[in-house]
């Protein structure tokens, strides 16, 4: 039965992540990259940091008005890790300017970025344990998302935002190789 199970799991990790991972975090871009930040410093990896305009799409999808941040971790491969902040999709946004004041609906849309992980490196051992650990310093579940105003009703975007921050749980920090523990 645990073969089984870590053979869905496997496929639905094959189907959701493929070579690039990027979901959704309950907590704002500065709180994620300041636990980032912390981790990268005591795993003793040597990353840059830049700043980068949010694309077209980043700003009609997401309401993204501020600039993205990119995180490249030079070593052992190289990988860049980009966030960016969501505030609501364009019709949420649209309800929500004709139903709320701005400085309510500025409130109720916080608290979300967008993270994306590319290329992923054919080890993934010291980034999953990276990503573990930066999971592990947030006040709550990254895919704890229920409460934000473009998540409530999308049951199963949560549930596939959950199946993917839990990819970096699976991964045995050794070898990389699907662990059944978490």
Not at 91 to 107: K, P, Q
Not at 163 to 170: C, D, E, G, I, L
Request: glycine residues 6%.
């Amino acid at each position: 039965m645990n073969a089984q199970r870590s053979l869905v799991r496997r496929f639905v990790d094959t189907v959701l992540v493929g070579n690039r991972w990027r979901t959704f975090c309950g907590c704002s871009q500065a709180t994620l990259l300041e636990r980032l930040t912390e981790a990268l410093e005591d795993h003793g990896l040597p990353f840059e940091i830049d700043e980068r305009s949010p694309s077209g799409t980043d700003r009609f999808l997401y309401g993204s008005d501020a600039d993205g941040v990119r995180v490249t971790i030079t070593e052992p491969s190289e990988t860049e890790l980009t966030v960016v902040p969501v505030t609501a999709d364009p019709v949420s946004r649209t309800v929500l300017s004709m139903a709320v004041r701005e400085d309510v609906r500025e409130r109720t849309t916080a608290g979300v970025c967008l993270v994306d992980v590319s290329p992923l490196p054919d080890d993934e051992g010291e980034l999953a344990a990276l990503m573990r650990t930066v999971m592990d310093r947030l006040e709550r579940d990254p895919w704890d998302l229920a409460d934000h105003p473009r998540f409530r009703l999308a049951v199963v975007q949560r549930y596939k935002i959950r199946a993917k921050w839990r990819y970096w749980s699976r991964l045995d920090a050794a070898g990389g190789s699907v662990s059944t523990s978490y």
